[in-house]
């Protein structure tokens, strides 16, 4: 994908109940229906603005304030709306960026916290995933298209006893047509059973410092569970790092 969130630094900006701002930087993508310009978009958080995909949405990227994008919904009324507020806008190497604001949770949860519509974890916690899996150990690595990742295509992670039924879905050929290309995906992708679904990750093993599961130690005496830093496998799994309290 071309456009990209950054999950990053702020301090105080759009934080939960309970919750502090903090700092940090890390990348995760959002839309790609937009073309993209090579060239500089932006030299300060100033030349950004963020953008939904109607212009009453709630933002989900980042455009430059000339942006045509932006400028069509200049005038535009929206109704009153309650977006989470959990993010911010930000030049990152010449491009626009949304920023997630890091923010300390007092709180554990069952499966982790849960993902707001920008992308950016919230205080919340994540709804729990009626029957889903438990471990790594319930999924299976099954192919996402009729190509699959050894073809050209893609791969996914469902649940070991829906494989079959997955696969049947996708309708393919027997000798499905498909790119002549080298594989565009993962093959070392890791089964991961995230928040009760199962996924493919090549974000590394959590760290030590880990929290906001239940199933995780509390945080030591001084430290508080900070989320949207800068460690991808946390991140993904809806968990903060044990850190010193924001200041």
Do not use: Y
């Amino acid at each position: 994908m071309r456009w990209r969130v950054v999950l990053g630094v702020v301090i105080g900006l759009g934080a939960a109940p309970g919750c502090q701002g903090s700092t940090q930087d890390t990348v995760v993508d959002p839309p790609d229906d937009h073309p993209w310009h090579p060239a500089a978009e932006c030299t300060a958080a100033d030349d950004c603005v963020a953008a939904g995909s109607k212009c009453c949405d709630c933002p989900t990227f980042a455009v430059p304030a000339h942006d045509p994008i932006h400028e069509a919904c200049i005038g535009v009324r929206c109704p009153s709306s309650v977006c989470a507020g959990s993010t911010r806008v930000a030049c990152d190497h010449g491009r626009c960026v949304l920023a997630c604001v890091t923010m300390a949770c007092a709180d554990a949860c069952e499966d982790g916290f849960a993902t707001d519509d920008s992308g950016c974890l919230t205080c919340s916690c994540a709804a729990p995933v009626h029957d889903g899996c438990r471990a790594a150990s319930d999924c299976v690595r099954v192919r996402a298209d009729c190509c699959g990742c050894p073809h050209g295509g893609r791969d996914t992670a469902v649940l070991a006893r829906d494989a079959r039924a997955h696969d049947a879905g996708l309708m393919c050929d027997d000798a499905p047509q498909c790119p002549e290309l080298a594989a565009i995906c993962s093959l070392d992708a890791a089964l991961a059973c995230v928040q009760g679904r199962c996924e493919l990750s090549t974000a590394g093993s959590l760290p030590g410092n880990a929290c906001g599961r239940l199933d995780l130690p509390a945080c030591p005496i001084g430290q508080v569970c900070v989320i949207n830093g800068n460690n991808l496998p946390a991140n993904e799994q809806g968990l903060g790092l044990c850190q010193p309290p924001p200041s």
